[in-house]
Structure formats: structure tokens, C-alpha cells
């Protein structure tokens, strides 16, 4: 076991990054004049930072310990989950974005009231900030507390992590989502160097052959392709649940998605969000592998979340520990970051601004900053609780599986059946919640039930969405102009043809769509 200790170099490092992302934030910020500016950086950021971002944002600290340390325990089907959100990614970007960026929406909320009516967007509202706040920032405290106590072991873990909420506030309270988007650009980059040259060095220590470790550890944990019985992503869940809490995640959270409505326009949030799944692929070489490695380099681990802090101390020299440790840190805040800036984003927009609707754009970014200031002491009060949350953590996870598929299916349906009414998606809502909360007090609270969480999101999306349809059809239907833009159609589909015809073939998002999935798939194929 190596030594957790740092030099004073990489100290300094770490120091130089903190000092750095504050004054981007505070640089970036003076620049913003409104609302749209401080929520959406102007609706005017290009693919790449798109992308960038939104892996950052996805790969926090409580990622990078998780992959490497499930692959040790459970072996590389945790990947599944990785090489998913290419697929939900490239739908996104086919069928759902275009829609989003026409409607000039802040909020998915938002999105979900044109679609349908005030009662979707102010549960969606409550639901998104309690999901963000309470198991997106409590699972990425808890994970880059275990670090954080590594190297500074006399020092409360809730002091550490309260000193980086509290940076990350600070940026963001200054520069809002650009410089959110911005800091995660550079954090992307940190995470990328340290975690490549983790993986490269630790198969180095293997003598570089990929045929020892083969040999030497269990065939079912180099599969991606689990049987039915797995603990953990058995196959039908993978094709079932897991499609469904990936279209959540990426398609339909505020947390997610405000990095997409800052598109400058559609081909820059498609651009970027095929950029993103490109950039989830390499994941399995230099986040998940090394965990595999792990099993021949230290047999005898008894904690599985040490695999990724080992690794990173044994195998990093000086300096180069400090940046690959600045990026650790970095996902941190960018967790953090993005919380902050969603959940300001949902509070301002999706309740101030509807209870006081007189405010002006400059009035509103104001209110942004100051709940962005009382989520940042939220989230610093919050840092005591995450000892506490090693299996619970895990636990609040599958929290989404109940509570997530009625959304799923208003957006869904909303997207293709213009018939679908608010009448409808109330009942879907509250026909899916209590179903919800049944299934959830069987199956985790009483045990009456053990049914996979995967196989519990599609039954709820199943049951919602026959409650939406039934009822949307035994009602009247909505104004077809008030919905018609927040519409997947084919005809939409075929005047976007027309259009791509006359741009190089190597700008077509259909075409790019086509190359990552056949990626994907070769991939898919390989680890089967």
C-alpha cells in the first residue's frame, strides 16, 4: 500500500488550480448583463465546451472512484452504463434537442408546462432539485471525502469538503453557467491526463500483456453482457431499465441538459453532445480497466472504493500526482458547480419568475445569485452528513427507478403523440407516483418483493404510460399550435434533409451519429 502523503509541489499544484478557476469565474462574470447571460451564458457556447462539459459534469469524483472500484469488486459490466449514454445521447441529438432549443426554454421544467400544463413543471421542479441536491451532491461529497481523508488525515473530512463547496460556490455565484462550462473544460483535461496516465503506468507494472491479466482474472468480470441473475446490470435490464433512467439523466435533467440550451445553435448542441459520448468511450481503458488491474496489483484490498486513490498514489510521480489530484478535485466542484448553477436555475426561473412575473432579466439574475449563495451554504451544511452515507448513498440511487418514469414517459410520449393532453400526464403523474411508493415500500422497506431496479423503472414507465394515453384519449385535446413545436415529426425530419444537403458530409450530425454508434457497437462487441 503506498503512502498517502503529498509533496509540497503538488500542494502547490492543487493551490494554483483552486486560485485559477476563482478568477475565471469572477473574470467571466463581469461580462454578464442578464439573465440569459447568467443562466445560459447568452445561448451562445460552441460544441466543444458543450461537450467537455457535460462529461466533466457526468464523471464527478463519486464516478471515477465507482468505476474503478466496482470493476475490481464486480468486474466491467459497470461500463454498461458508460457506453449507454452514447446510444440516449445520439437519440437526444436526433429526435429530442431541436424541439428544446426552438422552444428558447430555460428550464426542462419549463419545457414540460408548454407541453403540457403548470402541474408537470412544478413537481418536475421539486423532484429535479431534491434528486440533484440530495443524492447527485451527497454521493460526489462522500466519494471525494474518501480522498480528501487520505491525504489530510488529521483534518475533519466535512471541513475539506466545506472549503471546496465553498470555492465552487464562489465561481459560480460570480460567473454563473459560463463559467461553469469553462472551469469544467480545463477540469476535463486534468481528469483525462491523470486518469491515462494511471491506466498506462498500471499496465506497465503488468508487464504491458494483456494476456496475463486474461489469465489471471475471472472471464465474467471482463464481460460487459451479465446473465439474468446478475446483482448488478443483468442483460434485460440493460436493454430495459437502464435506457429509461439514461434518458432521465441525459435528456430531461436540469443538471444535464442547461449545458445544451446554452448552444449557440442546434448543430453546436448536437456537435457537442455527440462530442460528449465520444468522449464516454475511452472511460472503459482508463477509469474501468484499472480497476481490473487492481485485482493483480493488490489482491488484498479491503475497501474496493480505495482502488482509484491506490492507483493514483503509487503510481504517480511527483507533480504529476498534484495535477491528477487537481483533477479529482476538480470533478468535485464540478459537481458541485453544476448543482448549484441548475438548482439556482430551477428555483429563479421555474418559481420566482412565475410568482413575480413583473421582474426584469437583470433583476432576475441578481435573485440567481443569491440562491446560488444559499445552495452553497446548503451544500456546505450538508458536508457533516457524508460519512454517514456509504451504503445509503447507494441506496438513495435507486430512488430513481421509482420516481423517475412517470417523467420519463410525459416527455416521451409528449415528444411523439401529438394527442397526449395535461390531462393525461396529471393522471400518468399521480397514477405513477403512488405506484411508485407501493413498489418502493414492497420492495425496500417491508421486503415483500425483490424485484431488480431495473426491472422497476420500465414497469412504472409501462403502467404511466398507459395511464397517460388512456386518459389523454377519453379527453379533449390540446391546441395543436400551442404544441406543434415541442413535436417530434417526420415532416420536421424531412425539411432537415433538405437542409443537410448542403453542408459538408463531415458537419452532418447523422452521418457523425452512424460513426460513434458503429464505435459503440464494435466496442460493445469486443467486451462482450
Known amino acids: 500500500m503506498p503512502e498517502f502523503v503529498l509533496n509540497p509541489i503538488d500542494i502547490s499544484v492543487i493551490a494554483i488550480y483552486i486560485i485559477f478557476v476563482v478568477w475565471l469565474g469572477f473574470y467571466v462574470g463581469k461580462k454578464h448583463e442578464t439573465a440569459e447571460d447568467y443562466f445560459l451564458a447568452g445561448r451562445s457556447m460552441k460544441w466543444f465546451f458543450i461537450g467537455l462539459s457535460l462529461f466533466a459534469s457526468n464523471i464527478s469524483s463519486t464516478t471515477l472512484i465507482g468505476l474503478a472500484g466496482d470493476a475490481y469488486s464486480t468486474g466491467i459490466s459497470v461500463f454498461n452504463y458508460e457506453w449507454f449514454a452514447v446510444i440516449i445521447l445520439i437519440f437526444f441529438a436526433i429526435f429530442f434537442l431541436p424541439n428544446i432549443l426552438k422552444s428558447q426554454v430555460y428550464t426542462m421544467p419549463e419545457f414540460l408546462e408548454r407541453r403540457f400544463d403548470g402541474r408537470a413543471r412544478t413537481y418536475f421542479s421539486l423532484l429535479t432539485l431534491f434528486l440533484n441536491i440530495v443524492v447527485d451532491t451527497a454521493g460526489s461529497l462522500y466519494a471525494g471525502g474518501l480522498l480528501l481523508k487520505l491525504v489530510f488525515p488529521h483534518i475533519p473530512m466535512w471541513q475539506t469538503i466545506s472549503v471546496l463547496a465553498l470555492v465552487a460556490g464562489i465561481y459560480t455565484i460570480a460567473g454563473g453557467l459560463a463559467a461553469v462550462i469553462y472551469t469544467d473544460a480545463i477540469q476535463t483535461l486534468f481528469l483525462l491526463i491523470g486518469s491515462i496516465v494511471i491506466a498506462v503506468v498500471a499496465f506497465e507494472k503488468l508487464g504491458g500483456n494483456w494476456d496475463l491479466i486474461t489469465a489471471n482474472v475471472d472471464h465474467a468480470k471482463l464481460s460487459l453482457i451479465r446473465p439474468l441473475n446478475d446483482p448488478g446490470v443483468p442483460w434485460l435490464g440493460l436493454f430495459t431499465g437502464l435506457p429509461l433512467l439514461g434518458f432521465y439523466f441525459w435528456c430531461t435533467n436540469q443538471f444535464m441538459v442547461q449545458r445544451v440550451l446554452s448552444a449557440k445553435d442546434t448543430n453546436n448542441g448536437r456537435w457537442g453532445s455527440l462530442f460528449a459520448g465520444l468522449l464516454k468511450l475511452p472511460e472503459l481503458f482508463i477509469m474501468v480497466l484499472p480497476g481490473i488491474m487492481a485485482i493483480l496489483l493488490y489482491p488484498n484490498l479491503k475497501n474496493p472504493d480505495m482502488v482509484y486513490p491506490t492507483l493514483m498514489f503509487d503510481h504517480l510521480p511527483t507533480g504529476l500526482l498534484g495535477l491528477a489530484l487537481a483533477g479529482f478535485i476538480a470533478a468535485l466542484m464540478s459537481q458541485i458547480d453544476s448543482t448549484l448553477n441548475s438548482a439556482s436555475t430551477l428555483v429563479t426561473m421555474d418559481f420566482i419568475r412565475r410568482w413575480k412575473p413583473k421582474l426584469d432579466s ?167
Open 362 to 528: 437583470r433583476q432576475l439574475m441578481k435573485i440567481g445569485r443569491w440562491v446560488t449563495f444559499g445552495f452553497m451554504i446548503l451544500a456546505a451544511l450538508w458536508a457533516p452528513q457524508i460519512e454517514k452515507f456509504g451504503s445509503l448513498f447507494k441506496y438513495l440511487q435507486r430512488v430513481l427507478s421509482y420516481t423517475v418514469p412517470p417523467v420519463v414517459a410525459m416527455f416521451l410520449i409528449g415528444l411523439f403523440f401529438k394527442r397526449a393532453n395535461s390531462k393525461g400526464a396529471f393522471a400518468a403523474l399521480i397514477g405513477g407516483v403512488l405506484f411508485g411508493i407501493l413498489f418502493f415500500i414492497s420492495n425496500e422497506v417491508i421486503g415483500l418483493t425483490n424485484v431488480h431496479f431495473l426491472y422497476i423503472a420500465p414497469i412504472l414507465f409501462i403502467i404511466s404510460s398507459i395511464i397517460l394515453l388512456f386518459v389523454s384519449y377519453r379527453s379533449e385535446p390540446e391546441n395543436e399550435e400551442k404544441i406543434a413545436a415541442l413535436i417530434w415529426t417526420r415532416a420536421s425530419y424531412d425539411e432537415e434533409t433538405v437542409e443537410l444537403r448542403k453542408i459538408p458530409w463531415y458537419k452532418n450530425y447523422r452521418i457523425q451519429s452512424i460513426a460513434l454508434g458503429i464505435i459503440t457497437l464494435i466496442l460493445v462487441i469486443w467486451f462482450w
